[in-house]
């Protein structure tokens, strides 16, 4: 059985979201080191992805 983690690895590939994807791991771990609440690890996720595609523009 896949993990959490993995399907929403798998989820970020299907989705061709390459940077969300590659911060990810980091991503994970300030939220379990309780740096960052939930809301805050999707929001960076997101920011992150707009950010390189607003920057391909």
Known sequence: MMSVTERI???????????ALETLDHTL??????????????DDLLAEELNLREGRR
């Open 9 to 19: 690895r798998q989820s970020l590939l299907a989705l061709h979201m390459a940077r």
């Open 29 to 42: 771990g300030r939220l379990e080191k309780g740096e960052i609440s939930a809301i805050e690890a999707i």
